[in-house]
């Protein structure tokens, strides 16, 4: 009992001292089951204040009387923790009463304020003599945001005759060494590595938890092998152009598509009416089917049409010409014929310009207003004289006729 005591409190000072370790839990938010006294509230236990005496007020105290007891911090985001040390209650006759209430507690690291969630990091073991001791430094290395100390009373159980009858705690101050994002190392605090999923890596060991996509290894400085990629390398590679590896994180096809596939991963087959390289060339239209062809070479999935033959039906037979000069044909008719309708559109229009073109004279006779005759001119453009914008609006006013010339 003396030699685990005392490597336990080798351990605590080494721990306590190490460089760079940072007391997490340091005046964060508590919540425990029940409160004895208002002046013994949760946050009692992360004030700073180590005193071991409840009558200081510096300690958490729940209720007596009861089956379970529970108390947890929240540090506030998941961070890597290294160790805990809990203070609990230490009056004069602690062999004989406060140590049984707190045997057989356990603690627990959590990402939510359910235990069960969290990882178990102690259990106090109820055969081990001469615990648990007044302060205790535990090792807990793990990542989590809640730091959870429960104890339990089970009727059904038989507990060792210095085990107290209820379920109580009483912790002075709970502190929750570790780096926050980063691991510990021979006392300092260091970054993961950077491909571990989210930072996050093993405290002491510096091993990740989980790798990053595209990544494998106890460290996560392995690439996917070729022909997976993404989360664990688990995703399987698409049909990348002449074989290659996808990309190990994302899994594209960084040069394209095999024939006959498309899409950024090219696991999709061409659409209907394409093939070939990335799905840019289109089955042929002398197809007995339309455009109906292979989506990797092309070929004609129901022959030609009459005159045609050939895989891709490109093949003129009994003609002195190929299918591309044919093509070709088409293309330079299509284009005569839009040369044409535009050469015609604008003789149209310029002939109608001319027909506007002639001049139009307008005789007005009015008491108070008099015009040359110009009303308008070449282009088609109409010019007013100043007088004539006054009559704006009063062109029912006017009394006399006009004359209309061309």
Not at 25 to 33: D, E, G, P
Not at 156 to 173: G, H, K, Q, V, W
């Amino acid at each position: 009992m003396f030699i685990d005591v005392y490597m336990n409190l080798i351990v605590f000072c080494i721990l306590k001292n190490s460089k760079g370790l940072e007391n997490l839990a340091l005046r964060k938010h508590a919540v425990q089951s029940s409160n004895h006294r208002i002046a013994w509230e949760a946050n009692k236990a992360v004030d700073g204040d180590k005193s071991t005496s409840v009558y200081h007020n510096s300690c958490a105290v729940t209720q007596t009387r009861q089956s379970n007891a529970s108390w947890y911090v929240d540090l506030e985001k998941v961070v890597g923790i290294h160790h805990v040390t809990i203070y609990y209650r230490k009056e004069q006759d602690w062999e004989t009463h406060y140590r049984g209430r707190f045997a057989g507690f356990s603690l627990y690291v959590s990402n939510s304020t359910d235990r069960h969630h969290g990882s178990l990091c102690y259990h106090d073991q109820q055969n081990r003599p001469g615990y648990p001791t007044p302060t205790m430094t535990l090792q807990c290395n793990t990542w989590g945001r809640y730091v959870i100390i429960y104890n339990e009373r089970n009727p059904e159980f038989t507990y060792p005759t210095f085990y107290s009858n209820m379920a109580i705690l009483e912790l002075c101050e709970v502190e929750v060494y570790g780096c926050p994002n980063t691991l510990q190392k021979e006392g300092e605090c260091v970054d993961c590595p950077s491909t571990c999923k989210d930072g996050h890596c093993n405290e002491t060991r510096g091993t990740c938890l989980s790798c990053s996509k595209g990544f494998s290894g106890d460290y996560c400085n392995e690439t996917c092998g070729p022909g997976s990629h993404g989360h664990r390398c688990s995703g399987d590679c698409g049909f990348c152009r002449d074989g290659e590896p996808c990309d190990h994180v994302t899994g594209f096809c960084l040069n394209g598509c095999a024939n006959g596939m498309r899409g950024d991963k090219c696991k999709d087959v061409c659409q209907p009416g394409t093939y070939g390289p990335n799905c840019t060339k289109e089955c042929g239209i002398f197809c007995k089917r339309s455009r109906v062809c292979h989506h990797v070479t092309g070929k004609c999935q129901n022959g030609c049409k009459q005159g045609f033959s050939g895989d891709t039906c490109e093949d003129a037979e009994g003609l002195p010409v190929s299918v591309d000069f044919i093509y070709g044909l088409l293309v330079m008719i299509i284009a005569v014929f839009v040369m044409n309708v535009v050469f015609f559109t604008v003789f149209l229009v310029r002939r109608f310009r001319k027909k506007t073109n002639h001049i139009v004279t307008i005789n007005f006779k009015h008491p108070k207003y008099t015009f040359d005759n110009k009303a308008f001119k070449d282009e088609g453009e109409v010019y007013y004289s100043e007088q004539l914008q006054e009559l704006n609006g009063l062109v029912t006013n006017i009394y006399d006729g006009y004359e209309n010339t061309s």
